[in-house]
């Protein structure tokens, strides 16, 4: 399994960033897929599920209504869309797989991940 993310960046609070994560070594299809993000001092948390049907989503509440999680499956990446970014949204991201109940990540193996920093 290989998971690449990327697309992060500094920007300043109100922004956008499209975060990108390119799949492969796995039936990418058959998976529901998420992003975590852990900022420093802080526990990993989930951020955004999308089911392995493309219909069915899960948001942590501090992101819903701001951010959007979307899959390709032709090309094996999931995007998450940021909009009206906050500085509290600072983190590293990360995807992964991910089982839609109970929220919680397949592979205990993470990626690099991308860092998004918002301030001003």
């Known amino acids: 399994v290989q998971l690449v993310e990327s697309g992060g960046g500094l920007v300043q609070p109100g922004g956008s960033l499209r975060l990108s994560c390119a799949a492969s070594g796995f039936t990418f299809q058959t998976y529901s897929m998420s992003w975590f993000r852990q900022a420093p001092g802080r526990e990993r948390e989930l951020v955004a599920i999308?089911?392995?049907?493309?219909?069915?989503?899960h948001y942590a509440n501090s992101v819903k209504g701001r951010f959007t999680i979307s899959r390709d499956n032709a090309k094996n990446t999931v995007i998450l869309q940021m909009d009206s970014l906050k500085p509290e949204d600072t983190a590293r991201y990360y995807c992964?797989?991910?089982?839609?109940?109970?929220?919680?990540?397949?592979?205990?193996?993470w990626g690099q991940g991308t860092q998004v920093t918002v301030s001003s």
């Open positions: 992964n797989g991910a089982w839609y109940v109970p929220r919680s990540p397949v592979w205990s193996s």
């Open positions: 999308i089911h392995s049907d493309g219909v069915r989503y």
